[in-house]
């Protein structure tokens, strides 16, 4: 298995990003070179996430591949969300190069996060509901949420079930710490993204998008369509 490092720099150009690759060993001076001189015409280039993986070749036009549709001709630039690759190739087993001064859980959890916040930047601030039978709960879970400055806020006094058996090992972190008494949210909290804060209430994985509804009792995946 060749050992090599795939990096993602951001450029001058809002929303175009390069994804590559160099060997262990050459990170900085690839770095300095493109940050310097840019790429195919493209200026402002700036490292922005790198780690070293096993089969770097493969997994580098596995990126490709995925991102075939928003790359630019034949060159190694995407029109992508930076933060959704970083979250992407953050989940890769690897040892993080850059940033230096963060661990890889953070910067998963970090670029996930700022993904999550702008898939739902759309929704119009205001309150959403969510209501559901669960079997196993006996009854109705009812969770109330606020969309504020770019949060998904579940708010205290909402009712939740229990994790199901087998959801609760993989369950998001804010299911697990949330302060829950007598199947009664006790504080608002606040979520990384619809889904999260569905799971939140219903106690297992769920379609946020599709579970959360506005004060027409539509759900909001409507707006993220628009």
């Not at 953070?106 to 759309?122: G, L």
């Not at 309150?127 to 709960?137: A, N, P």
């Not at 205290?156 to 609760?168: Q, W």
């Not at 972190?173 to 993204?193: F, G, H, K, Y």
Request: aromatic content about 8%; some cysteine.
């Amino acid at each position: 298995m060749t050992k090599g490092i795939i990096y993602i720099m951001t450029s001058a150009v809002n929303g175009l990003i390069k994804i590559g690759k160099t060997g262990i060993g050459q990170f900085e001076t690839r770095m300095n070179h493109l940050e310097k001189n840019g790429y195919a015409n493209v200026a402002g280039l700036k490292r922005k996430f790198a780690i070293a993986v096993n089969d770097y070749d493969e997994k580098e036009q596995l990126l490709h591949q995925i991102f075939n549709k928003s790359r630019v001709a034949d060159t190694e630039l995407f029109a992508l969300d930076v933060d959704l690759v970083i979250s992407l190739l953050s989940s890769f087993d690897g040892q993080q190069i850059y940033p230096e001064n963060q661990t890889k859980d953070a910067t998963f959890e970090e670029a996930t996060e700022a993904t999550s916040r702008k898939a739902f930047a759309h929704l119009p601030e205001g309150e959403y509901h969510l209501k559901r039978r669960i079997k196993r709960f006996g009854g109705y879970v009812e969770g109330r949420a606020v969309v504020k400055n770019g949060t998904f806020t579940v708010l205290n006094g909402s009712i939740c079930a229990p994790l199901a058996p087998s959801f609760a090992s993989k369950a998001p972190a804010i299911c697990q710490t949330a302060r829950i008494e007598n199947n009664v949210l006790m504080e608002d909290v606040v979520c990384t993204s619809p889904s999260s804060a569905a799971a939140l209430v219903i106690g297992n994985a769920a379609d946020g998008w599709r579970e959360w509804k506005d004060a027409d009792d539509q759900p909001i995946d409507t707006y993220r369509d628009n």
